[in-house]
T-cell receptor
Framework: GQSLEQPSEVTAVEGAIVQINCTYQ??????LSWYQQHDGGAPTFLSYNALDGLEETGRFSSFLSRSDSYGYLLLQELQMKDSASYFC????????FGAGTRLFVKA | NAGVTQTPKFQVLKTGQSMTLQCAQDMNHEYMSWYRQDPGMGLRLIHY???????DQGEVPNGYNVSRSTTEDFPLRLLSAAPSQTSVYFCASSYRGQGDAEAFFGQGTRLTVV
């Protein structure tokens, strides 16, 4: 089967950089995605890595290493509005999500 | 462009009742899926469809049925509601299921079974 592991909570200061890690187990997948979800809201797409390496989208970057079964989401210049839950997901017809990382941004 | 529309937004059921959660998308996406979200457990895949007439089970399919008669609609049926099915349900769609396309989520249906 497939499984993903993420830290349950991360706390950082406004303006700082934070990295959310994701390790996974799978027999095969198309890529690793990241989603953001604010309380009471729906998940929204942030980033996708089909190949190893770094993908940058504004303040957000995502990294994938297939050989290490590892990826991360990097958030720079943290803002209060970045306080939310972040999910990594293994892409495929059965898209499987991790349990999520709750990010608290403090002033 | 409405995106993914789920109805109802809130629902309270009694144990044993049945109901259908509606999901419609207007983006002509081939791939649609249903997830449930419980506190601390992320999103768990219930059922998914790769096109009209084709459905398959996800991680937690028991107690739920789906059908896909059109590209636009992907309803989720609870056959006999149980308190364990109290959850937030999300429908999602994407152009392809290979993970190389953004998944769009509906706003969710908050279901309570008493």
């Amino acid at each position: 089967g497939q499984s993903l592991e993420q830290p349950s909570e991360v706390t950082a200061v406004e303006g700082a950089i934070v990295q959310i890690n994701c390790t996974y187990q799978t027999s095969g997948f198309y890529g690793l995605s990241w989603y953001q979800q604010h309380d009471g809201g729906a998940p929204t797409f942030l980033s996708y890595n089909a190949l190893d390496g770094l993908e940058e989208t504004g303040r957000f970057s995502s990294f994938l290493s297939r050989s290490d079964s590892y990826g991360y989401l990097l958030l720079q210049e943290l803002q209060m509005k970045d306080s939310a839950s972040y999910f990594c997901a293994l892409g495929g017809f059965k898209t499987i999500f991790g349990a999520g990382t709750r990010l608290f941004v403090k002033a | 462009n409405a995106g993914v529309t789920q109805t109802p937004k809130f629902q309270v059921l009694k144990t044993g009742q049945s109901m259908t959660l509606q999901c419609a998308q207007d983006m002509n996406h081939e791939y649609m899926s249903w997830y449930r979200q419980d506190p601390g457990m992320g999103l768990r895949l219930i059922h998914y469809s790769v096109g009209a007439g084709i459905t398959d089970q996800g991680e937690v399919p028991n107690g739920y049925n789906v059908s896909r008669s059109t590209t636009e609609d992907f309803p989720l049926r609870l056959l006999s509601a149980a308190p364990s099915q109290t959850s937030v349900y999300f429908c999602a769609s994407s152009y392809r299921g290979q993970g190389d396309a953004e998944a769009f989520f509906g706003q969710g249906t908050r279901l309570t079974v008493v």
